[in-house]
């Protein structure tokens, strides 16, 4: 199929040739799926304006009598009527030379607006006709200099072409409801009916997801598994001795999937989906046991120093400190570099740390497992640097709302499982509520700090001088001021204690705030986002997220996982003057996954075959409306 049907054309400009090939139709079936964008239905005109709903009908075609022509500014409009002698007004613009005569019946075709004040209907047309002369008409994406009939010449010559073969047998394509790929292309670039329209675009659609698989079976190179002993499980089993409470039944179950895998030498490529306070970090500790246990290298990589800090801590008091080390920003060159030679020496190491443990000067030897915590906190450039060895490394990603990307991957890509883990039940679900008044989210602050509790205020800016063009947005300069002067005017008799700390501090700074906080030192704590992880403070029950219309799904779900992370009943109040769906989900489920599945549906998944990580490509965009025929491409492209 890669054959240039623009060559079989004597009559063809080497600038139409150009031309063509710049916008990628250089083969037959690159032109035939050069589908139109939409079609205009000339045999489906609608003739009474009482069919219709009084809201915008867009891509619509009307069938008016004229009565009367008025020039306009930069146009024309004629006033007509429908069968039933309602009044439409008919609006052509950037033309005067159009000229219907009253009595006329056309068919106009645009966008109709019902007039609630006037009470009549008005319609912006882009087409129109004297006469129902062709039944359907395809309208395509312009090309540069090149008009439509030549493109239709081009696309019936590519009709012709012997290169377009089917490459579907006829027993399939009957049992699967499959069009005949040369009946199907016709009909889509020269329609007659509506019904064998769409059951061509089903061919069309089949076709670019059958390629799509085809291209993303072949980027997968089937990775080779490290093998791992887990017959004995020994550091593991001494570790959930050790532990203060028991592992529920998510994360037993979740272990189980991993060593079974493992047991298989079955390469893993896993998604460790749970809401923050599930226990997500028992299950990356469970996969650094394994490296000890088998002398292999273990990369655990957190996206904040003092995420990764409070990972190194725990790791290292269950695995010893003799097997667990720390790289951060914060490291000296010295250690780093004693780091280093014992990773090259092949010691069995479980580095924990921020970006510094993906740096190139930093040297494995035997890395086994990569474990990422707080995946949508990274780049895929940043997640993909680790996997680069050959052998591949086992990856564990975690985050309790995946980024698009990834649940594309996993429901459409086949390239990552997904292991779903569940809090345990003494969590109360957090309260949600969307609320217009600050007002309103001061006091129910002022409640929990009277029950002794504490709460968090979110702003998406650090400054006032950061909202120049952002008037309505709160920083966090200007909310401690607010904050502090609201509860000495409404509630004197109390010292609200109120702190902040921003990204511009210094990271020691931060921490003694943080560790202040957390020690009751303040009764409220004003941040940017830079406590959306790593930050655990068991005693407060309540965020108040400001302007949280600023914020993106998967932050406000990973903010709002700051409180009720203890038996207490938690609250999290999303403040916005403007009503927005954001709120709504959030408001509307707790659940992790549920809100990434939103985030899929809003941001869109991005593209499989580059860095892009949301957005929607077309072939995605088929992916996500037309499922079954996807699942039915990914079928017969397996079974070929």
């Known amino acids: 199929m890669a054959k240039n049907i623009i060559t079989s054309l004597s009559d063809i400009s080497q600038n139409k040739l150009k031309q063509l090939n710049e916008v990628g139709l250089n083969t037959a079936m690159n032109i035939l799926q050069y589908v139109p964008r939409r079609y205009i239905f000339w045999n489906e005109p609608v003739t009474n304006m009482s069919v219709l709903t009084k809201e915008d009908h867009k891509n619509i075609v009307l069938k008016l009598k004229v009565c009367k022509r008025r020039d306009i500014n930069k146009g024309i409009m004629y006033s007509c009527v429908d069968e039933k002698q309602t009044w439409v007004n008919v609006f052509i613009f950037y033309s005067r030379y159009i000229n219907f005569s009253n009595g006329d019946y056309i068919w106009f075709y645009g966008t109709a607006k019902y007039n609630f004040e006037y009470k009549n209907w008005s319609m912006s047309a882009s087409a129109h006709r004297k006469a129902n002369e062709i039944s359907i008409e395809p309208v395509y994406s312009k090309i540069k200099g090149m008009s439509t009939e030549y493109l239709g010449m081009v696309i019936r010559a590519a009709l012709k072409d012997n290169s377009v073969k089917e490459y579907i047998s006829s027993d399939i394509r009957i049992s699967n409801n499959i069009m005949d790929i040369q009946a199907a292309y016709n009909i889509i670039h020269f329609p007659k009916d509506r019904l064998a329209l769409n059951h061509a675009m089903r061919r069309y659609i089949f076709d670019v997801l059958y390629e799509y698989v085809s291209v993303i079976d072949s980027g997968i190179v089937a990775k080779e598994a490290i093998p791992l002993n887990v017959s004995s499980l020994i550091t593991w089993n001494m570790i959930k001795t050790r532990l203060p409470f028991s592992l529920t039944g998510s994360q037993n179950d979740a272990v189980k999937q991993l060593v079974f895998k493992l047991a298989s030498d079955e390469y893993i490529n896993t998604l460790i989906q ?310 709504e989900i959030m408001c509307k489920t707790n659940d992790g996954y549920e809100i990434a599945q939103y985030d899929l549906q809003l941001r869109g998944p991005g593209n499989f075959l580059s860095s892009q990580q949301s957005g929607f490509s077309k072939q995605m965009q088929m992916m996500l409306a037309y499922p079954d025929i996807y699942q039915l491409a990914k079928k017969i492209y397996h079974n070929r």
Request: aromatic share 6%; with cysteine.
């Open 274 to 583: 749970g809401d923050v306070g599930s226990g997500k970090t028992m299950l990356a500790l469970f996969a650094a046991s394994v490296c000890v246990d088998n002398n292999k290298q273990c990369a655990v990589l957190a996206p904040t120093e003092v995420l990764a800090k409070q990972h190194y801590e725990e790791f290292s008091g269950y695995l010893g400190k003799e097997h667990v080390v720390f790289l951060g920003g914060s490291t000296k060159v010295s250690e780093k570099k004693e780091i280093n030679k014992r990773l090259e020496n092949g010691e069995p190491l479980v580095v924990v740390g921020t970006h510094a443990i993906i740096q190139k000067t930093v040297k494995y030897t035997s890395l086994s497992f990569v474990v990422i915590d707080e995946q949508h906190r990274f780049g895929l450039e940043q997640r993909a640097a680790l996997m680069h060895m050959k052998p591949a490394p086992h990856l564990m990603i975690m985050s309790a709302t995946p980024i698009p990307r990834t649940m594309a991957e996993a429901a459409y890509g086949d390239q990552i499982d997904v292991i779903n883990i569940q809090k345990p039940a003494i969590r109360l679900p957090v309260k949600t509520a969307s609320i217009r008044s600050t007002d309103v989210g001061y006091e129910s602050i002022y409640n929990e700090v009277l029950k002794g509790h504490q709460a968090y205020i979110i702003c998406p800016l650090i400054e006032e001088s950061e909202s120049e063009r952002m008037n309505d947005v709160q920083s966090v300069s200007q909310e401690e001021n607010s904050c502090n002067k609201y509860f000495r005017q409404k509630h004197p008799d109390k010292n609200v204690r109120i702190v902040s700390i921003n990204g511009k501090m210094k990271k020691e700074e931060i921490e003694i705030i943080i560790n202040d906080f957390k020690a009751g030192k303040y009764d409220i704590l004003i941040s940017t986002t830079i406590i959306e992880v790593g930050v655990n403070v068991p005693n407060t029950t309540v965020i108040l997220i400001r302007n949280s219309e600023r914020f993106g799904l998967a932050t406000l779900h990973q903010l709002r996982g700051r409180v009720g992370r203890s038996n207490l009943q938690s609250y999290c109040l999303l403040q916005s003057e403007k009503e927005n769906e954001r709120n």
